[in-house]
């Protein structure tokens, strides 16, 4: 049950139901309103608040936040598609690790903006690139040897041969884009390489990047084991 303070974990005893776990502040809840919540097949629900993406587990009794919320639900989309199937269990396991740096964090107007015109002109908008290149040396500075990839619609075409490439690295970072793209100095400055995963037109980089995951995730011991 859901909260102002928290979240309550009810279970029918004597044919009635009895408040058995509470998860509040004290175990790093925030008491503030939820936008929503739902339960995973793992019977483990998921609270999205104005402070982050939460995920309890009732049988660990794991609180765990899955960061910041960017406005557009790009980030908590991520975070909450890693929770399932095949990835959710690998990440579980340990087998990878899987974190996430919102560029809004590193926006300077009160409005957190980090999109605006392409830099020489050009059609829509595209993500600026001083906060990307602030996000960008966060990760750095969590993976600081990561190769860093940037999911592009023009970039090399994705094949499985890249991905057993990337899944012998030890550390990878993945940028992705939102509008138009991304500042082109921001990809000459930055970017190692950029890969394509389909000759299509998506609304942002969120889905392709989640491919990669499980597509490298998938090539892990321990994955499929």
């Known amino acids: 049950l859901q909260r102002q303070s928290g979240l309550v974990h009810y279970v029918a005893r004597g044919g009635r139901w009895q408040a058995a776990d509470r998860v509040d502040s004290a175990h ?4 503030v309103g939820a936008s929503g919540m739902r339960v995973d097949l793992r019977h483990r629900p998921w609270v999205s608040t104005s402070r982050g993406l939460y995920r309890y587990d009732p049988r660990t009794r794991n609180l ?11 980030q ?13 269990r690998a990440l579980e396991r340990g087998v990878l690790a899987v974190d996430t740096v919102n560029p809004r964090q590193f926006a300077t107007d009160v409005h957190k903006t980090v999109d605006d015109r392409p830099y020489g002109g050009g059609p829509g908008m ?7 290149r602030l996000a960008m040396a966060e990760a750095a500075a969590r993976v600081p040897q990561a190769r860093r990839v940037y999911l592009a619609a023009d970039g090399a075409p994705l094949k499985q041969r890249k991905v057993a490439e990337l899944a012998g690295l030890p550390e990878l970072v993945l940028v992705a884009g939102r509008y138009e793209g991304v500042d082109e100095r921001f990809v000459e400055q930055c970017v190692d390489e950029s890969v394509s995963v389909g ?14 995951i499980d597509a490298v995730a998938r090539l892990l011991p321990g994955t499929l084991g």
């Open 199 to 212: 000759d299509v037109v998506l609304s942002g980089g969120e889905l392709p990047a989640l491919m990669v």
């Open 64 to 74: 765990r936040r899955h960061g910041i919320r960017d406005g557009s639900g790009s």
């Open 126 to 132: 595209v993500l600026k690139a001083e906060p990307l």
């Open 76 to 88: 908590e989309f991520v975070d909450h598609a890693l929770g399932f199937g095949v990835l959710g």
């Open 28 to 31: 790093g809840m925030p008491a």
